[in-house]
């Protein structure tokens, strides 16, 4: 979270906006279980336990569903097999034109 939901302030890490005052840790509280689902899939990936890697994925993607999210749910669904979850996700992401531009950008950064 980069801004209050609310007012749109600046969000500057604490549990409550400090402009609204508006309780913004429950918000927060997600994103950070989001982000622990989504480090547990990239650690099943690097186990090879690719069952284990669509499941965490799969919970990172509904607390949050980020390009990067459905992105390695696409790829762990591909990995156990399941095609038609990862073409349907992978559409998903190619009708979504700011992800698509969010993905390219990423890329741009990594390969100058
Ligand atoms: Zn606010």
Redesign the pocket.
């Known amino acids: 979270m980069e801004r209050?939901p609310?007012?749109?302030?600046r969000y500057a890490g604490n549990r409550q906006?400090h402009?609204?005052k508006?309780d913004i840790g429950m918000l927060a509280d997600i994103e950070e279980a989001a982000d622990s689902f989504r480090q547990k899939a990239v650690d099943a990936y690097y186990a090879a336990d690719y069952p284990l890697m669509l499941d965490h994925a799969r919970r990172s993607c509904s607390l949050r569903k980020t390009s990067d999210a459905v992105w390695l749910m696409a790829c762990a669904a591909f990995l156990t097999r399941r095609f038609d979850m990862a073409l349907r996700l992978r559409n998903s992401m190619a009708n979504n034109q700011s992800w698509t531009m969010e993905r390219v950008n990423a890329k741009s950064c990594n390969h100058p």
Do not use: E, F, L, T
């Not at 609310?6 to 302030?9: G, I, K, Q, R």
């Open positions: 209050c609310v007012c749109n302030a906006c402009r609204c508006a």
